[in-house]
């Protein structure tokens, strides 16, 4: 139980809160500070402290903290570290397959999604059993839109726990993806997290694409613009708040102006290396075609 609530702040969002609780954490069993630094050192890296965790995880370290500092160097410098991250990635792997450690795999598993691999970001958790592990197979497949297997997935994390942080999170995840009426279950469920725990820039992105997804773009606008300040420069809200403010009476400069500045955010994340890719694709037909 002295583990929940650093946990529970780490999957809503909440890491600054989440390493000031880890740290004042006392009397911990070998194990619970293994699970402790997991979680602290996965904050640093969401809040871009990338530096913190290539200095203090050391090479004698468990492999679950290794392959956050793996991923550090990936995050550090995406361009030119995304090959021998990989080629690391693939040596650790063989050596971990046979093992239980589910919080490497899940680490491994957003380091491939990272680099643009859902299939195998999927198959190293496919047997996972935690929450985290089964919530995390829940947003994967949400990508590449299987929600008939993400409900599967969501019927198992209710199973362990109905009321977990995680399970209501991935029911909303996949209350977005329904549409219709249960977008409104999905913004319930978002505002329920919001007043029991803080509005943090995660919630804040729910309940602005349930706006979208309702049409009251002004209002997403709103909410984006709160995330944004609890977070400068997120990838996720600003993918977001660029698909928002095209909905809005915005100029062309101005729209055109934020999709350059979420161009050259994090390379790594998904939506904006997903995004770049399809625009260099759509540039080089553009050009074959061109009269």
């Known amino acids: 139980m002295q583990l929940f609530s650093v946990k529970n702040l780490f999957y809503l969002g909440n890491y600054h809160q989440a390493i000031a609780e880890g740290e004042t954490l006392e009397n911990l ?3 619970q500070e293994l699970e402790r630094n997991y ?3 996965r904050c640093y890296l969401a809040i871009g402290n990338y530096q913190t965790v290539l200095d203090e995880i050391k090479e004698n370290s468990p492999s679950s903290l290794l392959i ?4 550090a160097s990936l995050l550090s410098d995406f361009d030119s ?3 021998d991250v990989l080629d690391t990635l693939d040596k650790w792997k063989k050596l971990n397959e046979n093992q239980s450690d589910e919080m490497f795999k899940i680490i491994a598993a957003h380091i491939f ?3 643009g691999d859902i299939d195998e970001a999927l198959r190293i958790i496919h047997n996972a059993k935690s929450l985290e592990a089964l919530a995390l197979r829940v947003q994967l497949l949400l990508l590449i839109h299987r929600q008939d297997i993400a409900l599967q997935e969501l019927k198992n994390l209710q ?4 009321d977990a942080t995680l399970t209501q999170l991935a029911t909303a995840w996949i209350n977005l993806e329904e549409g219709s ?3 409104k279950n999905a913004k319930y469920i978002f505002h329920e997290l919001s007043e029991k725990y803080g509005a943090t820039h995660s919630l804040l992105n729910g309940k602005a694409v349930c706006e979208m997804k309702m049409g009251n773009f002004e209002e997403a606008e709103k909410l984006l613009i709160e995330a944004l300040e609890k977070k400068p420069n997120d ?3 600003f993918s977001n708040y660029v698909c928002c403010i095209q909905h809005l009476p915005k100029s062309d400069e101005l729209i055109q102006r934020q999709i350059n500045k979420m161009q050259h955010l994090d390379k790594s994340h998904f939506i904006i290396s997903s995004y770049n890719r399809l625009s260099e694709e759509f540039d080089k037909l553009a050009n074959e075609f061109k009269i």
């Open 159 to 162: 199973k362990i726990d109905d």
């Open 113 to 115: 999604c990272n680099c």
């Open 68 to 71: 956050i500092k793996l991923f």
């Open 181 to 183: 009426e249960k977008i």
């Open 81 to 83: 570290k995304k090959a």
């Open 39 to 41: 979680y602290l050192y």
């Open 29 to 31: 069993s070998q194990e």
């Open 235 to 237: 990838p996720t809200t």
